[in-house]
Structures are given as C-alpha cells and as structure tokens.
C-alpha cells in the first residue's frame, strides 16, 4: 500500500520562505505527475504547481505563484519539492499533493482534468502572518 506525505509547513511571516516535501512510499515518483494544490479556509481546492512525469519534466504554475513558487523533483529521495518564496498572507492554506497517471501534463494536473493516482493525504498548513 503506498502513500504521499506532505511536510513542511508552518508559520512563517510576509515575504518569507518555506519549502513543502511530498515523500512517497511504495511509489516510485518520477514515473507520475504530481501536482501540489491548496485549499484556504472557506476556498476551493485549487492547483498551484505541477510537474509532469521525469520523461517530460514539464511544469505549470497558477498565476498567482509565478515567479515566487518552484516545483521540482529529488528522485534519489524519491520526493517532490515546493520551494515558496516570498509568502504573501493570501498563500495560507493546507497545502497537498496528489499524483496523476505518467502520460498527465502539469497543466491537466493543476486544473484538476485527470483521474487522480490515490486519495488525498493529510496536507500541511501553511500559515503566512505577521
């Protein structure tokens, strides 16, 4: 039975930093797409990046995330990344992430048009304040 993990939230203040880890057991993630998504209070959940499988590589980040966001991949330690820079109090949320089927591009992935590889997980809440 395997499963996605997501660490590395928290509280951090306005123009900070956090980098969010999706570990993977019994999956082997470089051969799906994974997408990070949030859900903020009173919100509906919503893609913010995703990358397709390690034989495309390709990324796609929602507007709001550009340039400040980076979805990447660690595949010896079998983990994606998101690195946030420069956290604005509108990116507090739980954030989660969900694998896609190998042939799903990043940009099926963040807006949801995919069958989704597992459940949700737990998420980790990141909170941006001062």
């Known amino acids: 039975q395997w499963q996605l993990v997501e660490s590395g939230g928290g509280l951090v203040q306005p123009g900070g930093s956090l980098r969010l880890s999706c570990a993977a057991s019994?999956?082997?993630?470089?051969?799906?797409?994974i997408g990070w998504f949030r859900q903020a209070p009173g919100k509906e959940r919503e893609g913010v990046s995703c990358?397709?499988?390690?034989?495309?590589?390709?990324?796609f980040y929602a507007d709001s995330v550009k340039g400040r966001f980076t979805i990447s991949r660690d595949n010896e330690k079998n983990t994606v990344y998101l690195q946030m820079n420069s956290l604005r109090p509108e990116d507090r949320a739980v954030y989660y992430c969900?694998?896609?089927?190998?042939?799903?591009?990043?940009?099926?992935?963040?807006?949801?048009?995919?069958?989704?590889?597992?459940?949700w997980g737990q998420g980790t809440q990141v909170t941006v304040s001062s």
């Open positions: 969900l694998a896609g089927p190998p042939q799903t591009t990043a940009q099926s992935m963040c807006d949801f048009t995919f069958s989704p590889i597992g459940p």
């Open positions: 019994g999956l082997t993630l470089d051969h799906y797409a």
């Open positions: 990358i397709s499988s390690s034989t495309d590589g390709r990324t």
